[in-house]
DNA sequence: GCAAAAGTGTTGTGTATACACCCATGT
DNA sequence: ACATGGGTGTATACACAACACTTTTGC
C-alpha cells in the first residue's frame, strides 16, 4: 500500500458506543483505560484503525479484542475531529453505535484495560478525551431514531410482552406512554409476531408473548412506512 | 504536534457535497479534476485535511480555494472507508453536505481544477472515487431531513412566495402536493413571517411574499416542534 | 373581459388521545 | 377472594386529504 506521506496524516481510531437495556434502565458499556492518556478515566470502547480494513471490519475487530463482543449491528455515528481532543496528536475518531442485549453477551476485559462496565446513562462517571460529547451525540440520535423507527428489539429477549417493549421505549424516550394506546399502535403496526404463548410464573395474568417480524418490517420500511410513536 | 508514527496513518480528505435550486431542479456542484486519480472526470469538491485545523475549517477552506465559496453552514453527512477507494493509498473521506442558491453565489475555478459546475442530480457525470455512492448518500440524507424539519429557505430568495417555496418541495421530494393543503400548513406551522409587500409584474395575480422567521423556528425546536410535510 | 395563478373555506375520513371495564394469574 | 397487572372497547378531538369557489393581476 502506497504511504501517500505527500499529505498530511492524522491517526484515526474507531470507537463504539454499546448501548445495553437490562430491563429497567438504559447503559452504555465503557472501558477504564490501563495506560496514558487518561489511564484509570472510562472511555468509549475503541483502538486505532488498521489500514487493509474496512471502518466496520475495525469495529468488529476491535470490540472482539477489548470486549469479547463480536458480530454485532452497528451503525455510524459521527467522526470527531478536533486538534485537541487526543494529547498524543492528531486522532480522528469515528464512531459507532449499537444496542444490545447485556444478558446475551459475555465480557471479556481485555489487555488494555483494567475493567469493562456497564453504566447507567443517567450516572456517567468521569470520560477520557472528548467521549462526553460521542455519547451525547448517541443518545441523542437514539431518540431521534425511536421515535420514527422501531428500534431496540435487539435490547429485549427474542420473546417479549408488549409491557417489557413499552418499558423499553419509555425508558429509552424519557417520557410515560399509556399502556392501552401503545398496545394498540404497536399490534396495528404488523411488526409483531404473535408466538401464541404467555408468560407463566408471575404474579399477575400470564401476558402473551411476541416476537419481532424482521420480514414484515423489512418489507414496510421498503414501502416508505413510518412508524410513530 | 506529535507524530503518533506508531500507528497506522491513513490521509483524510473532506469532500462536500453542495446542493443548489435554481427555481426548477434540484443541482450538485462539481469540480472536473485536472490530475490523477480521475484526471477529466467529475468529483464533489474536496482536498486533504491539515493536522491543525478542525473538519469544518478544513471545509471552509478547501471550498474557497476550489470553487470560491465560503462561510457556509455544512453538516456531517458520513465518513467513507473503503480500503480501495482512492487508487493512491488508504483514504478516509469525511463529507459534508449544505444546500445554496445558485444566483446568490459566484463561481471560482481553482487552479486544481478544469472546470466547476452545476449538474442536475436526475443528470448526473461519471463521477471520480466513490462520490456516486457520496451522493446517493446525501440526496437520501436530504430527503429524509426534508420530511421532518422545514430546510430549504437557503435555496431560495430571501423574500419568496409560497409557491416557489412548494415546487422547492417538489422538486427536492419528487412528489406532487396540495397547493391549497400546502399553504395552510406552512401558514400555519409560523415560520413564515409576511413581509406585506407582493410580487408584481408577473402574469397573474401578484403572490405576497414572505421571509423565514428564524427566530420563531429556532424556539419551535427547541419545545419539540416537527414539522410534517 | 379573459386567462392564469393566488388566496380562502368546507367537509369527510382517518388517526391519536383519554378514558373505563373486564380478564387471568398467583398468593 | 383479592391484588395486580394484562387485554379490549369507545367517545372525543384533532389533523389531513380532497375538493370548489372567489380574488387579483396582466394582457
Same mark, same amino acid.
Given at each position: 500500500?502506497?504511504?501517500?506521506?505527500?499529505?498530511p496524516?492524522?491517526?484515526?481510531?474507531?470507537?463504539?458506543?454499546?448501548?445495553?437495556?437490562?430491563?429497567?434502565?438504559?447503559?452504555?458499556l465503557?472501558?477504564?483505560?490501563?495506560?496514558?492518556?487518561?489511564?484509570?478515566?472510562?472511555?468509549?470502547?475503541?483502538?486505532?484503525?488498521?489500514?487493509?480494513?474496512?471502518?466496520?471490519?475495525?469495529a468488529?475487530?476491535?470490540?472482539?479484542?477489548?470486549?469479547?463482543?463480536?458480530?454485532?449491528?452497528?451503525?455510524q455515528?459521527?467522526?470527531?475531529?478536533?486538534?485537541?481532543?487526543?494529547?498524543?496528536?492528531?486522532?480522528?475518531?469515528?464512531?459507532?453505535?449499537?444496542?444490545?442485549?447485556?444478558?446475551?453477551?459475555?465480557?471479556?476485559?481485555?489487555?488494555?484495560?483494567?475493567?469493562?462496565?456497564?453504566?447507567?446513562?443517567?450516572?456517567?462517571?468521569?470520560?477520557?478525551?472528548d467521549?462526553k460529547?460521542v455519547?451525547?451525540?448517541?443518545?441523542?440520535?437514539?431518540? *431521534?431514531?425511536?421515535?420514527?423507527? #422501531?428500534? /431496540?428489539?435487539?435490547? !429485549?429477549?427474542?420473546?417479549?410482552?408488549i409491557? +417489557? =417493549?413499552?418499558?423499553?421505549?419509555?425508558?429509552?424516550?424519557?417520557?410515560?406512554?399509556?399502556?392501552?394506546?401503545f398496545?394498540?399502535?404497536?399490534? *396495528?403496526?404488523?411488526?409483531?409476531? #404473535?408466538? /401464541?404463548?404467555?408468560? !407463566?410464573?408471575?404474579?399477575?395474568?400470564?401476558? +402473551? =408473548?411476541?416476537?419481532?417480524?424482521?420480514?414484515?418490517?423489512?418489507?414496510?420500511?421498503?414501502?416508505?412506512?413510518?412508524?410513530?410513536?
Amino acid at each position: 500500500m502506497q504511504s501517500l506521506s505527500a499529505y498530511p496524516q492524522p491517526s484515526v481510531t474507531i470507537d463504539c458506543v454499546i448501548f445495553g437495556y437490562d430491563g429497567e434502565k438504559l447503559s452504555v458499556l465503557l472501558l477504564n483505560r490501563k495506560e496514558e492518556p487518561y489511564a484509570g478515566m472510562w472511555t468509549v470502547p475503541g483502538g486505532f484503525l488498521y489500514l487493509d480494513e474496512t471502518l466496520e471490519e475495525s469495529a468488529d475487530r476491535i470490540l472482539r479484542t477489548k470486549t469479547g463482543l463480536g458480530s454485532l449491528y452497528l451503525e455510524q455515528l459521527f467522526t470527531f475531529g478536533r486538534p485537541d481532543r487526543d494529547p498524543r496528536g492528531r486522532v480522528l475518531s469515528v464512531t459507532y453505535y449499537t444496542l444490545i442485549n447485556p444478558e446475551h453477551v459475555e465480557l471479556t476485559t481485555g489487555k488494555m484495560a483494567n475493567d469493562v462496565n456497564w453504566f447507567p446513562v443517567s450516572q456517567l462517571p468521569a470520560l477520557g478525551f472528548d467521549h462526553k460529547d460521542v455519547l451525547q451525540t448517541a443518545i441523542q440520535r437514539l431518540q *431521534a431514531k425511536v421515535t420514527y423507527q #422501531p428500534v /431496540g428489539f435487539e435490547l !429485549l429477549n427474542p420473546q417479549f410482552t408488549i409491557s +417489557e =417493549l413499552q418499558d423499553l421505549y419509555e425508558c429509552i424516550l424519557n417520557v410515560r406512554l399509556d399502556r392501552r394506546n401503545f398496545h394498540k399502535k404497536i399490534t *396495528a403496526s404488523g411488526i409483531l409476531k #404473535p408466538t /401464541g404463548q404467555k408468560r !407463566l410464573g408471575e404474579k399477575n395474568r400470564a401476558p +402473551e =408473548l411476541f416476537e419481532f417480524d424482521r420480514e414484515r418490517y423489512d418489507a414496510l420500511v421498503k414501502s416508505g412506512f413510518q412508524f410513530k410513536i
